[in-house]
């Protein structure tokens, strides 16, 4: 492991510090932040014991597990990942199938999404975004021979997301079919699929998402409600109205630390999916556009990560950066773009900073990645072994 850490003198210091401090700091601001939009429904219920830290304790052992879990990942070569890629994709795919298991999967709000070990929650979909993001990756590797014909290269690949996404519907989690869907032919479309068949699968995927949204009211509800909350302000549009006053009373520079209304039983799931509501109304304009930067910085990185990669010739890393680059940028405009009213209400948490466990480790799992990637680049561009 030595040979990691210190290359001919040099320090495990040669990474990214950028990146890996823009990921300390969002998840940092997001303890903190968790902490604060909880503790009035931490303190007033059963399932807490009342405990107004209850939230606070839990991210804060999920965070401890995260750093655990990055700093290993971080010292396993990129190439061991590129052959574990399928068999992790396998094993993602099982665990979706296991969630749906009456006894095993645990139902929340009429969801089932969550797997029960007892002491803690597994949410597989969480895991199954970095399994695909590196499934995707060497698959594009593989298949680049191939890869604009559609019979050999795009179909395969589109009967296996298409399994993934029945699945993710049959929990149902629409955000994280968005997600992992958008993120993965996204990659296939970088790593050089044909132009014409890229746009008939945008095409497919847009009028897939239709005949989804028209063929529940459900979803029909949540999609033209959030077009105008206020018309059904104590029904579709609860959250989000509630949602876009935190942000109008945060104004500039918020109403200070702890000192927001809103999470006062007011905004439902003000610590996960609504978490940035309360970042405005507390912090302000200018603690959201630091969010945003943030995770601005980490999205310009991993491009520029994939891009070195590439030019060393070290195809699946570049497009493994990259990917998760796409996933989490996207993952992170979608629930950005839900709390300003700009999209429909969905179930993503945003990344590194919402409470959650599965999450929150899975992220700092595809960081740790990342950074090694970063890393492998500075060592062979001084000519030493990665």
């Not at 970095?130 to 680049?144: E, F, M, S, W």
């Not at 109304?281 to 980490?298: D, P, Q, S």
Request: no cysteine.
């Amino acid at each position: 492991m030595a040979s990691y850490v210190f290359a001919q003198g040099t320090p495990m210091a040669e990474y990214d510090r950028s990146l890996a401090w823009a990921g300390l700091l969002l998840a940092a601001g997001g303890l903190v932040m968790v902490y604060s939009a909880s503790i009035e429904i931490a303190a007033t219920s059963r399932y807490t014991g009342d405990n107004s830290a209850y939230f606070l304790v839990r991210q804060a052992i999920f965070l401890a597990a995260a750093l655990f879990a990055a700093t290993v990942v971080f010292m396993v070569p990129v190439r061991l990942w590129q052959k574990a890629a399928p068999w992790l994709f396998v094993a993602g795919v099982l665990l979706l199938v296991l969630v749906l298991v009456p006894g095993i999967g645990r139902e929340v709000n009429g969801a089932r999404r969550w797997l029960d070990l007892r002491a803690f929650n597994i949410q597989p979909s969480e895991l199954m975004k970095l399994g695909a993001v590196l499934y995707a990756a060497d698959y594009t590797v593989r298949k680049h021979a191939v890869l604009k014909s559609f019979k050999k290269g795009l179909l395969p690949m589109l009967g296996v997301m298409l399994l993934v996404s029945w699945l993710l519907l049959r929990e149902p989690d629409f955000g994280a079919f968005v997600v992992i869907a958008i993120t993965t032919f996204g990659m296939i479309f970088l790593g050089g699929m044909n132009g014409r068949h890229f746009a008939l699968l945008v095409v497919m995927l847009a009028v897939g998402f239709a005949g989804l949204v028209l063929s529940s009211p459900y979803r029909m509800h949540r999609i033209f409600g959030f077009m105008d909350p206020w018309n059904d302000a104590f029904g579709t549009g609860y959250q989000l109205s509630h949602a876009l006053i935190a942000f109008g009373r945060g104004e500039w520079f918020g109403v200070g630390l702890g000192a927001s209304v809103e999470k006062l039983h007011y905004l439902p799931e003000a610590h996960t999916d609504f978490l940035l509501a309360v970042i405005a109304e507390e912090l302000g304009f200018v603690g959201v556009a630091v969010v945003i930067g943030l995770f601005g910085w980490i999205v310009f990185r991993a491009f520029v990560i994939g891009r070195q990669a590439a030019l060393r010739e070290r195809h699946f890393a570049a497009l493994a950066a990259q990917g998760i680059g796409v996933w989490i940028g996207f993952q992170a405009v979608i629930n950005m773009g839900v709390n300003m009213g700009l999209l429909p209400t969905k179930g993503l948490t945003l990344p590194l900073m919402s409470f959650g466990g599965t999450g929150v480790v899975v992220n700092f799992v595809a960081l740790a990645i990342l950074l090694r990637i970063d890393w492998e680049n500075r060592q062979l561009a001084r000519g030493l072994p990665a």
